[in-house]
C-alpha cells in the first residue's frame, strides 16, 4: 500500500501532535529532549551547566539535565554570597561519587578560570583557611591554594592558629604563582593600613585625663601595652594596683578588656601613658584616719630588702620595718634572718608621713626593751660573765644578756701588749669582765678583761698568805685609740 504525501491534511497533523504532547510547548520540548540524552553542556569546554535544586547541610544539589544530579560543597559559594535553588552556574565535573552514584561538581574551578587566573599583587581577596601547619595558614582561594605565613596572620603574634580553622579572611595577595596555582597572602598588611587610619583619627582625639577601654596585645615583666584602637599606650606595674605588683602577669593577660586613664601623652616620642588605679579612690587618703603612731597592727610581709621588710597593712597601703626595729635580742644583718614574704605580723606604728607616702613600722617595739633598767643591772667595777659574739679589728663584743652587749676593745683585752684580738678570745668563748662604764642614751658598754683574774681570785703566796690585789691603774687621761664606735 502507497500513500500519497499529498493527501495528509495539515491540519489533521497538527491537532494529532497537540493531543500527543498534552499542551507542552514547543521550549519544553526542546528541554526535554536536550535532557534526555545525559547532561547538559556548557559552551564552555569541559563543563555543564546545572540549576541549583536544593541545599542540605553542607552539601548542595544540582540538576544537570537528564533526571541527573550533582553535588558540589557549600563552602565553595563565597559566605556573603550563599547559593539559592532556581541558580544556574557553569561547573566542572569530577566524576561520580561511588556511594551515592551523584556526579561530583566544582564551582570554584570554574572561578579560578575566570578570576583567580588573574590574580596581581596587591589585591585584595577572601581566603578560606583550609588548615594549619608550624610556619603559617593553609588557605583557598576559589580552587586556588594559598599560604599566609604565621607573621603575616595578624599584627600580634599568635602561637595558636586552630582558632582561624575554617573561618573567612580578608587578605592581601604578596606573592603569586600561576603556574603552580598557588599565592602567599598577607592578612597583617591589610590591619596595619587599618590600623594606621584609626590611629590617625585617635590621635586628634585623645588627650590627658580621658577614660578609654582598651585590648592588652602584649605583656612585659614591666607593664602591659594596651591598644586603644590604633594606639598602643603603656601601663606601667606602677599603675596598675595600689598595692605592690611585682610582674604586669599577675594582674592582666593578653586579650583582656580594660577601662584604663591616660596619663600623659608624647606624641614626638609616640609615648602614651596608662594607669589603672587612678580609677579608683587612693587608700593613702584615709591613712591618718585609718592608723596612729603608737598603735598596733597586723599587716602581711610583702618584700624583703636588705634595709628592711614592707609589710602591707590594708589594699595598697604599705609600711617599713627597718632592719633596726626588728629585734631586741638578735641581731639582724638581713630581713630574711627572722622573715619570709607573705608572713603575717603584728608591728607598732612608729611615724606616719601621709605626704611621702611612707609608715614606719617596727616588731620590737612589741617587746621589753632590755637597756629600759641597764644601769640598776650593770655598774661600773661590777664583774660580770659572758660570751663573745663578734669580734673585729678594735675589740671583741661580748654578750651580757638577751639583747645587750658590751665591747671590750683591744687595749683592756690583757694586761700584756695584744697585736691581734684573735690572740686571746674568739666568738662562742665565755670571758669574764669588768663593767668600766654604762651608757644607756647611746646603748653603749664598755667593758675590761685587764687584771680580772687577780680581782677574781687573790694569788696565794710561798708563806701561805694571801697577797693583796694590785691597786687599780691609774686611768688614761687622753682617749683610746682605735676607736669605740658600734
Not at 56 to 68: E, M, P, Y
Not at 137 to 148: K, Q, T, Y
Not at 298 to 318: I, N, R, S, Y
Request: proline share 5%; with cysteine.
Amino acid at each position: 500500500m502507497s500513500t500519497d504525501p499529498q493527501k495528509f491534511d495539515d491540519a489533521e497533523i497538527k491537532q494529532q501532535l497537540e493531543a500527543a504532547l498534552g499542551g507542552l510547548s514547543a521550549e519544553d520540548v526542546k528541554k526535554h529532549m536536550s535532557g534526555r540524552h545525559g547532561p547538559r553542556h556548557s559552551e564552555s569546554k569541559g563543563r555543564i551547566r546545572g540549576t541549583i535544586v536544593s541545599i542540605r547541610g553542607s552539601d548542595v544539589f544540582v540538576d544537570i539535565g537528564g533526571k541527573s544530579e550533582g553535588v558540589l560543597a557549600l563552602d565553595e559559594f563565597e559566605p556573603d554570597q550563599p547559593p539559592a535553588a532556581g541558580q544556574v552556574f557553569d561547573l566542572v565535573p569530577h566524576g561520580f561519587d561511588r556511594e551515592s552514584g551523584l556526579m561530583r561538581l566544582s564551582l570554584s574551578e570554574v572561578r579560578l578560570d575566570s578570576e583567580g587566573g588573574q590574580l596581581r599583587i596587591g589585591d585584595v581577596v577572601k581566603a578560606k583557611v583550609t588548615g594549619t601547619n608550624i610556619g603559617g595558614l593553609e588557605l583557598r582561594i576559589h580552587g586556588v591554594r594559598g599560604f599566609m605565613p604565621l607573621s603575616q596572620v595578624d599584627i600580634v603574634r599568635h602561637d595558636d592558629t586552630a582558632s582561624f580553622l575554617n573561618h573567612w579572611l580578608e587578605c592581601e595577595v604578596v606573592e603569586a604563582d600561576r603556574r603552580g596555582k598557588s599565592v602567599v597572602l598577607s592578612r597583617r598588611k591589610l590591619l596595619e593600613r587599618q590600623r594606621e587610619a584609626d590611629r590617625r583619627v585617635l590621635k586628634e582625639q585623645l588627650a590627658e585625663g580621658q577614660t578609654r577601654k582598651g585590648v592588652v596585645r602584649r605583656i612585659a615583666e614591666y607593664g602591659a601595652f594596651v591598644d586603644l584602637g590604633g594606639i598602643d599606650g603603656l601601663l606601667h606595674v606602677s599603675d596598675m594596683s595600689y598595692s605592690r605588683v611585682n610582674n604586669a602577669s599577675e594582674m592582666v593577660k593578653v586579650g583582656d578588656e580594660l577601662e584604663v586613664r591616660i596619663l600623659k601623652i608624647d606624641w614626638e616620642k609616640d609615648r602614651v601613658s596608662l594607669g589603672m588605679k587612678q580609677l579608683a579612690p587612693d587608700p593613702w587618703t584615709l591613712v591618718t584616719a585609718n592608723f596612729s603612731v603608737g598603735a598596733t597592727v597586723d599587716g602581711k610581709v610583702t618584700k624583703l630588702m636588705e634595709f628592711g621588710a614592707f609589710v602591707e597593712l590594708q589594699p595598697g597601703v604599705e609600711g617599713l620595718i627597718p632592719v633596726s626595729e626588728m629585734s631586741w635580742t638578735q641581731r639582724v644583718r638581713h630581713p630574711k634572718d627572722i622573715l619570709n614574704v607573705g608572713d603575717s605580723v603584728r608591728v607598732s606604728v612608729l611615724a606616719i608621713d601621709p605626704a611621702k607616702r611612707k609608715l614606719t613600722l617596727s616588731l620590737k617595739a612589741l617587746g621589753e626593751d632590755p637597756w629600759k633598767d641597764i644601769q640598776s643591772r650593770f655598774q661600773p667595777e661590777m664583774m660580770v660573765a659572758g660570751a663573745v659574739t663578734r669580734i673585729v679589728d678594735f675589740g671583741a663584743f661580748v654578750s651580757l644578756t638577751d639583747g645587750v652587749e658590751g665591747l671590750v676593745h683591744i687595749s683592756q683585752l690583757s694586761d700584756q701588749h695584744v697585736r691581734r684580738v684573735s690572740d686571746v678570745v674568739e666568738p662562742g668563748k665565755v670571758v669574764q669582765v669588768r663593767v668600766l662604764s654604762v651608757d644607756p642614751e647611746q646603748r653603749r658598754i664598755s667593758l675590761s678583761m685587764k687584771s680580772v683574774a687577780a680581782a677574781a681570785a687573790p694569788v696565794e703566796t710561798a708563806a701561805g698568805m694571801a697577797a693583796p690585789p694590785p691597786p687599780p691603774k691609774k686611768k688614761r687621761e687622753r682617749p683610746l685609740r682605735g676607736g669605740l664606735t658600734w
